[in-house]
């Protein structure tokens, strides 16, 4: 796909205040820091969009993205973050199972794992709930500028093994500084379309 318009819509935390659309939408999932904006900004083509930081647990609301006009981008908080009180944590989990279980316009779900590690048991729990909530879900392993090459299947095969990926659920080696993976990625969403 190639990315003529890209823009932050709106920051909701209530249904209510999701964009009022019929467009497919794309939720973005993955560990605190494991580099949801970086791999939003590569997708579109833009440096400081979604906003990148050092500090984990960012992203408190579900920021939606609209991208050509034709469908969104909704990043929802990371998880896994230690450092936020249990209630705040607890308000998050409510928010996204929210959306998640609620939203007709939800094509699939953006997991984001890292490549160099095996997924962590968050990571698991997500992918289940995905699973258990019949939502289609492609696993983009990210940060592959950090391994050699010639590793890269080793890793692909643990995260696979860890998460018990499901076959047909597809799985995307990404670096959001090469940007390898970009069009594969852009081409499994555009068949949820």
């Given at each position: 796909m190639k990315v003529t318009s890209s823009e932050i819509v709106i920051s909701a935390v209530r249904p209510d205040q999701y964009p009022d659309t019929d467009l497919p939408e794309f939720a973005l999932a993955g560990r605190s820091n494991v580099?949801?904006?970086?791999?939003?900004?590569?997708?579109?083509?833009?440096?400081?969009?979604?906003?990148?930081?050092?500090?984990?647990?960012?992203?408190?609301?579900?920021?939606?993205?609209?991208?050509?006009?034709?469908?969104?981008?909704?990043?929802?908080?990371?998880?896994?973050?230690?450092?936020?009180?249990?209630?705040?944590?607890?308000?998050?989990?409510?928010?996204?199972?929210?959306?998640?279980?609620?939203?007709?316009?939800?094509?699939?779900?953006?997991?984001?794992?890292?490549?160099?590690?095996?997924?962590?048991?968050?990571?698991?729990?997500?992918?289940?709930?995905?699973?258990?909530?019949?939502?289609?879900?492609?696993?983009?392993a990210t940060k592959a500028d950090k391994i050699p090459k010639g590793k890269w299947q080793k890793h692909l095969k643990v995260t696979k093994e860890t998460l018990d990926l499901d076959s047909n659920d597809d799985i995307v080696i990404f670096s959001s500084e090469t940007g390898e993976g970009k069009d594969k990625a852009w081409a499994i969403i555009e068949k949820y379309m």
């Open positions: 580099g949801k904006s970086s791999f939003i900004n590569k997708m579109l083509n833009r440096k400081g969009l979604a906003r990148t930081s050092s500090k984990p647990g960012k992203t408190q609301t579900l920021n939606f993205f609209l991208i050509n006009e034709s469908l969104y981008f909704v990043d929802v908080p990371g998880y896994g973050y230690a450092r936020v009180s249990k209630s705040e944590r607890a308000a998050w989990g409510k928010m996204i199972e929210t959306y998640f279980t609620s939203r007709e316009q939800l094509r699939a779900c953006v997991l984001i794992v890292d490549l160099r590690h095996p997924p962590t048991s968050d990571d698991v729990m997500m992918y289940d709930f995905l699973k258990h909530y019949e939502i289609p879900c492609i696993v983009i």
